[in-house]
């Protein structure tokens, strides 16, 4: 079959999916020029070649996701306010071939189409607290994987990210992790965490998974997105974003990169417990625990995964 017609197919394809799920009829009004804008793979014969490779469409398949495979175009935005169209196409190929790659058959059920990896939890009392990691069911344009904290089942924090090749960053490091998206889910259940987990903060626990990953996959460095090239950021929200993501990666020592993201050392570089003020020094280390704990149970829960 040539290129084109199995595009073509593609796109045919996908309509009824993204119909069945989008009922109203604003939102059916949009439909064409989603699939406009995914047809702009057809630009580029070779990435649609390595895209029908992996099968995306069939590994995003699922009953009670929304199925739509062409995610990284039909968006305004993709990761980063700033990919390019061709860079937005070849990071998503890169993401899943690094999956199919480097994960059993397991991994890609459990994350793609079951409940998500319990990558840690603890039960204190009669409350359990538990971070998973799935794929994202909502705004996967966001990051194909979410880090989620839950407390009772009731989602507190998501962080997302996405495997990545780092040198669209002008890096040499290879694939990496991109933390693309940092968001509190909800409210109801803070004050049970602020009980139970003192003065951690969810965002700190959740990049500690992430380290877990990296580490996992055999990484030192993972790169976050500078704050202004969130692909939700604007500008009324400015303090909010900088909060969330620049200055949560200017505390660990980060390096920005071109204004686009930050680099991240992992294990995370963190200010030595002598040099913090003595009547705070006990719960810096109660906090460090905890995050020591995240990432070490979050790397032994992906390393069964793997295929190597």
């Known amino acids: 079959m040539h290129l084109t017609d199995a595009g073509g197919d593609l796109l045919r394809e996908r309509w009824p999916y993204v ?44 009953r009670t996701r929304e199925h739509d495979p062409m995610y990284f175009l039909v968006h305004k935005y993709y990761l980063s306010k700033r990919l390019t169209v061709k860079e937005r196409i070849q990071s998503a190929i890169d993401h899943h071939a690094y999956e199919l790659k480097n994960f059993n ?42 880090i989620i904290f839950t407390a009772n089942s ?14 669209i960053f002008q890096l040499d490091h290879g694939i990496t992790i991109l933390i693309s998206r940092n968001q509190a889910e909800n409210n109801s259940c803070r004050e049970l965490f602020i009980e139970y987990f003192g003065q951690n903060q969810l965002q700190f626990l959740c ?33 909010g974003f900088r909060n969330s993501y620049t200055l949560l990666w200017q505390q660990f ?34 906090r460090r625990q905890y995050w020591d704990s995240i990432t070490c149970s979050a790397r032994a829960a992906l390393i069964g995964y793997r295929l190597f």
């Open 105 to 146: 058959r397991m991994y890609e059920s459990d994350v793609y189409r079951g409940i998500g990896i319990i990558i840690w939890e603890c039960r204190i009392d009669d409350h359990h607290f538990s971070i998973i990691l799935t794929g994202s069911e909502d705004n996967r344009n966001e990051g194909e994987l979410s």
């Open 253 to 286: 020592d980060a390096r920005e990169i071109d204004r686009h993201v930050y680099e991240l050392d992992v294990p995370l570089k963190v200010r030595p417990l002598q040099l913090i003020n003595r009547s705070h020094r006990a719960r810096a280390r109660a």
């Open 154 to 167: 009731q989602s507190l924090w998501r962080t997302s990210f996405s495997y990545v090749n780092s040198d």
């Open 19 to 62: 119909s069945m799920k989008t009922s109203e009829v604003k939102q059916q009004a949009f439909l064409p020029l989603r699939m406009l804008a995914a047809s702009r793979i057809l630009f580029f014969p070779q990435l649609l070649q390595q895209y029908l490779k992996i099968n995306i469409w069939r590994k995003l398949k699922c």
């Open 207 to 239: 990049l500690s998974a992430v380290c877990g990953i990296a580490t996992a996959n055999g990484w030192t460095k993972i790169l976050g997105i500078r704050h202004n090239t969130q692909i939700a950021y604007q500008d009324c929200y400015e303090i």
